[in-house]
């Protein structure tokens, strides 16, 4: 079973750049037909969905988050890491990693919490 673990700074300053890691166990990240999201929690609101990257190493993005996300993968890790430039108090939330397959999700992390604090 796949098993997904996110990592990253509890607290961001304004203006900084978040650094996520979604760590990948069970499975490689490279696996026919998945794909690997990072969602997003923040308080009083919905999840939204952030970007993607496939199993061949295509990437998608949400449009709200294009402009300042950037996702990527280390196959040698398994892992996939996300980068959010230009952080705002807004961008207070619990970061998800999730695994997508067949237009389902298929396996979730556990979220790791992130304030953006000066």
């Known amino acids: 079973q796949v098993q997904l673990q996110e990592s990253g700074p509890d607290l961001v300053k304004p203006s900084q750049t978040l650094s996520l890691t979604c760590t990948v166990s069970g499975g490689s990240i490279t696996m026919s037909g998945y794909s690997w999201n990072w969602i997003r929690q923040s308080p009083g609101k919905g999840l939204e969905w952030m970007a993607n990257?496939?199993?061949?190493?295509?990437?998608y993005y949400s449009p709200s988050f294009k402009s300042r996300t950037s996702i990527s993968r280390d196959t040698s890790k398994n892992h996939i890491t996300l980068q959010l430039s230009s952080v705002t108090p807004e961008d207070t939330a619990v970061y998800y990693c999730?695994?997508?397959?067949?237009?389902?999700?298929?396996?979730w992390g556990q979220g790791t919490q992130v304030a953006v604090s000066s």
């Open positions: 990257i496939h199993y061949n190493g295509d990437t």
């Open positions: 999730a695994s997508k397959r067949q237009y389902k999700f298929r396996s």
